[in-house]
């Protein structure tokens, strides 16, 4: 639990405190590459995400802002081998973890500095992808973190960041805060502080909410006392809702391009039964209709994440047939299986069965990376329209002809 009326510089020094005590996240190291991928680290899918193509070029500069033990910064290295990394941290303890960990698996190209977010602007330079993810809702002043964020983005970069939801996290503020009374004189002991939320759980009910949440959602990996200090233990914590997400967006002087996991901001899987609520709701900003979806259903919103981008930024149109049929195709490097089979992992680790057609075409992306998609649909029984789901599943990267 934070304590509004703390000095900036003792948040800080309290929130170091606890992350040389508990080096977050707590994942083990090893000695090679992290298995798998996250393709909001991964440069030209986060790219395409937000812009709807490929980017221009893949020798760009990438933040990790509060870079922890450096799970995300490895992914960051090793997803992105053109780029080079730098990773800032408050925590002393966090980064030598980091560092070890990006040297065992062989995480060259990258640079770790001990800085906070507040200190952003020490670094030289600007950088096209910065990512900041569990970060900010912990500092003292959460716009004053992003707005030097944005001051280090270059201009059409693009900027993911991860913060907490008040909805969804209602459970673990009331755990927080008994566990802070309890503690009485002996909070800033972090230690102390988990070894009284493990007997609370112990001693609970077991119907009681509080025991039940943690159970369903996130007892399995609260089994690790960093995990489990990092929700309940912490000394600063801000959680947010949509009205004041966007307050936060709006300080950033960004522009807010989509929150990265959509499925979970659809209205049809709530109220899609009831037409005459779906036909009311097409009236509503998007705003509103992001507020009454985590009103509808707040235990799932526990976070947000979403991509911001720095003006001028633009988003491609692939309306244009001809445009289209001009671009060069290249399938996703986040998929996983799509030679061997229809039916395969996309970016997302979600299940796409492709019609045959679709398949061809995407299989003569990968033999034919030069060509145009009117050359490639020549070869193939594929359509415009096929090219135009595959786009828009983001099973192929789209580069408009130079």
Request: aromatic share 10%; charged share 25%; net charge negative.
């Amino acid at each position: 639990m934070s304590d509004s009326q703390a000095n900036p510089e003792t948040i800080s020094n309290a929130v170091a405190k606890l992350y040389n005590t508990y080096p977050f996240p707590p994942e083990p190291l090893l000695d090679k590459p992290p298995p798998g991928y996250n393709w909001r680290w991964h440069w030209q899918t986060a790219y395409n995400f937000c812009a709807n193509r490929k980017p221009s070029s893949d020798q760009v500069r990438i933040l990790d802002a509060g870079c922890g033990t450096g799970v995300g910064t490895e992914y960051l290295v090793h997803l992105n081998p053109e780029a080079a990394v730098t990773g800032i941290d408050l925590s002393a303890g966090a980064l030598q973890v980091a560092k070890e960990r990006c040297e065992k698996s062989g995480a060259t190209r990258v640079e770790f500095k001990h800085l906070s977010l507040f200190d952003a602007a020490q670094l030289e330079g600007e950088f096209s992808l910065i990512n900041c993810v569990g970060v900010l809702h912990h500092t003292p002043d959460p716009q004053r973190g992003i707005q030097a964020l944005a001051d280090k983005l270059a201009p059409g970069g693009i900027m993911h960041i991860f913060v907490y939801g008040e909805l969804g996290r209602w459970e673990i503020s009331l755990m927080q805060e008994a566990i802070s009374i309890l503690q009485a004189d002996k909070r800033g002991d972090y230690t102390d502080g988990v070894a009284i939320g493990r007997s609370i759980f112990a001693a609970l009910p077991e119907d009681n909410r509080l025991k039940k949440r943690e159970q369903e959602r996130w007892s399995w990996e609260n089994q690790r006392d960093g995990y489990f200090a990092d929700m309940y233990v912490h000394p600063q914590e801000i959680d947010y809702n949509v009205n004041t997400v966007f307050e936060l967006i709006d300080a950033s002087g960004l522009e807010f391009v989509g929150f990265s996991n959509p499925q979970v901001w659809q209205l049809d899987h709530l109220i899609g039964q009831a037409p005459e609520l779906i036909e009311r709701a097409k009236n509503l900003s998007d705003r509103q209709r992001y507020r009454l979806i985590e009103l509808l259903d707040p235990s799932a919103i526990t976070h947000y994440e979403f991509f911001l981008a720095k003006p001028p930024f633009q988003k491609e149109d692939w309306s244009d047939d001809q445009k289209l049929l001009a671009a060069i195709a290249a399938p996703s490097p986040c998929t996983q299986g799509w030679r061997d089979s229809a039916s395969f992992f996309n970016y997302d680790y979600q299940i796409v069965k492709l019609e045959d057609a679709a398949w061809q075409f995407l299989k003569a992306c990968d033999r034919h990376e030069s060509k145009s998609v009117a050359e490639v649909i020549a070869q193939t029984e594929a359509s415009l329209g096929d090219v135009r789901s595959l786009q828009a599943q983001q099973v192929i990267l789209l580069t408009p002809k130079s």
